[in-house]
C-alpha cells in the first residue's frame, strides 16, 4: 500500500448546452461547470466548500464523498458555473411576461411608487429562467469523482516522494549510529587512564597514609561512575529500533502519518540525550548532526496522511 501526501490539487470541467440543430446549439446558451479540490496538512480531515447558491444544496453529498475517500489533511472544494446566457438575448415565453405582469401589478399594489420593470430587466429575468431549473447533481458529483481520483493520484505520487526522502535519511541516522558506538569504549578506556595516572601523581605526594589499593580502587569507581554516565548504547539501540520501526511503517503504508509524527519525536529524544551525555566533541556533532536530519524528517512526516 502506497504512502499518500495531504497535499494535492486536482480540477475538472464540465460543459453543458441545449440540444437541438446544430444552428440552435450554436445560438443556445450554454454553461461551464468548474471544480477545483486543494488539499494540505492537518491532524484530522477538515473540509471547507465554497459552491454558488445554487449548488449549495449539493455540499452534504460532495461531504459525504470526500470523507469515504479521504482520512487527513485540509480539503478546500471550490465550484463555479459561467455561462454566456449574458451574451445571448433569450426570447421571454408568453407564460413568463403573463408571471412578470402578475408580479409587477402586485408589486405596485403596494408600492405605488415602484418603478416599473424595463425591457432590460425583462431580458435579463428571462436569461436566468432559462438556467433557474437546471439540476446539475450529477454533474456535479460526477465532476467531484473525477476530481477526487485525481487528487487522490496527485497525494500518491508526492507520498512516494516523501518515503524515498524519509528512507534516505534513515539510512544517513544509521550511518551515524554506527559511528558513535565505538566512540564511548575509547573515552572509557582514556578516563580511566587519566584517572589513573592523577591517582598516581596524587599519591607520590603524600606521606603514604594511603594505602595504594585503596587509592587504585578509587579511581577504578570514579572510572566507572564515568563511564555510567556517558554510555550511549541504550539511546542508540533505541535509536535504531525506532529507525527500523519507521521504514516498516514506510514500506507498509496506508494511514501511517501519526504514528510516524511519534516515532520522529522518540528519535529527537534519543538524540538530544546523546548530545547531553556527550564527553567528546565528536558525540556532540554527531547529536547535531542526527537532530538536523530529524528535523527535515518531522517537517515532511507533517505532510503524510
Known sequence: ?????????????????????????????????????????SRFLDLSFRLPEELRQYEPALREMLIGRLKRGKVEVRVSIESNTQSIIVDPTTRLLQRLNAVQDSVKA??????????????????????????????????????????ISSRQREGDRLG???IE????????AAQAVPLVPQLVLQQRQRF???????????DGTALPEVAQDRALAEATAFAIRIDVAEEIT????????????????????????????????????????????????????????????????????
Open 238 to 305: 533505541r535509536l535504531n529500533s525506532h529507525l527500523d520501526e519507521i521504514e516498516r511503517l514506510i514500506n507498509k503504508g496506508g494511514e501511517v502519518g501519526k504514528r510516524l509524527d511519534f516515532l520522529i519525536q522518540e528519535l529527537h529524544r534519543e538524540a538530544n540525550t546523546m548530545g547531553s551525555k556527550s564527553a567528546a566533541l565528536e558525540l556532540t556533532h554527531i547529536s547535531v548532526d542526527m537532530k538536523v536530519l530529524i528535523e527535515q524528517m518531522r517537517e515532511q512526516v507533517q505532510n503524510i496522511e
Open 110 to 151: 403596494w408600492l405605488p411608487d415602484a418603478a416599473p420593470l424595463s425591457v432590460a430587466d425583462v431580458i435579463r429575468l428571462s436569461s436566468n429562467d432559462t438556467g433557474s431549473a437546471r439540476d446539475w447533481r450529477e454533474a456535479v458529483l460526477a465532476l467531484a469523482l473525477q476530481a477526487v481520483d485525481e487528487l
Open 169 to 176: 535519511r534513515l539510512s544517513q541516522l544509521r550511518a551515524l
Open 196 to 206: 589513573m595516572d592523577r591517582w598516581k601523581e596524587a599519591m607520590a605526594l603524600t
Open 1 to 41: 500500500m502506497p504512502v499518500y501526501s495531504m497535499t494535492g490539487y486536482a480540477s475538472a470541467q464540465h460543459s453543458t448546452a441545449s440540444n437541438g440543430s446544430e444552428a440552435d446549439i450554436k445560438n443556445a446558451p450554454t454553461s461551464q461547470l468548474g471544480l477545483e479540490i486543494r488539499s494540505v496538512n
Open 164 to 166: 524515498i526522502m524519509l
